[in-house]
């Protein structure tokens, strides 16, 4: 079945070090991939998206790797802060123009020690 | 501007009892989702409103589980004859299907336990 998963649950990295999230998703149909971020009590906050059509996408201090070939995703984030400390989802869309519901992994929770 | 709301933030109930669950979109999204996420997983689509169309219901667990969404704005998620397994933290999102944005705006979410 469709799923979306992460190869490591958890994450911890010292503070100024870059920090790397995988994420494997199995429809190769999917067009559309988000990165969120949620902190301990908050709803998911959105970090990055790319497209199908894309390999690579850029924002601030993060970076998202998409390699269709393997199925596999990645999340960058430089110069971690004690501020990214959260967990971090990463979620596919195999049926945007039916909906757009998402499909998300279980989760790596990153922590950062200063 | 406002992002999406949820209320109540937090609910006790205990088991058998019914719970509404309220959800307050961003302005002019057309699109509203809920899901649910229980402890330390990901999330779970529940069920999808696009304008005035028919909901995608596909996610729903069992009919205990229902949600409406009056006036394409303000959505309700009820849950019948509450169960224990229906602890969990259920968030909504909303998003412009209508215009170029896609991204699903997240609330904070309702923690639901059920005694």
């Known amino acids: 079945g469709e799923s979306v998963g992460l190869h490591l649950p958890t994450l911890s990295v010292q503070e100024g070090d870059n920090s790397i999230i995988n994420c494997a998703y199995s429809n190769s149909a999917s067009d559309y991939f988000i990165w969120y971020k949620q902190e301990s009590g908050k709803g998911p906050q959105f970090i990055i998206d790319i497209r199908s059509n894309m390999d690579k996408r850029q924002g601030q201090r993060v970076t998202v790797l998409l390699n269709k070939t393997v199925k596999h995703l990645s999340l960058q984030i430089a110069a971690t802060q004690p501020g990214d400390s959260a967990v971090y989802f990463c979620?596919?869309?195999?049926?945007?123009?039916?909906?757009?519901?998402?499909?998300f992994g279980q989760g790596t929770e990153l922590s950062v020690k200063p | 501007g406002a992002g999406v709301s949820q209320s109540p933030s937090n609910k006790v109930t205990e088991k058998g009892k019914d719970v509404e669950l309220r959800c307050d979109p961003i302005s002019g999204h057309t699109a509203l989702y809920w899901y649910r996420q229980s402890l330390g997983q990901g999330l779970e689509f529940l069920i999808y409103f696009q304008g005035n169309s028919a909901p995608d219901k596909s996610g729903l667990p069992s009919d205990r589980f229902s949600a409406e969404r009056t006036g394409g704005s303000v959505s309700t998620l009820t849950i019948q004859r509450t169960q224990q397994e229906d602890s969990a933290v259920y968030l909504c999102a909303s998003t412009n299907r209508g215009g170029l944005e896609e991204t699903q705006y997240f609330g904070p979410g309702t923690r639901l336990l059920v005694l």
């Open positions: 979620a596919e869309n195999p049926h945007y123009n039916q909906g757009g519901k998402l499909i």
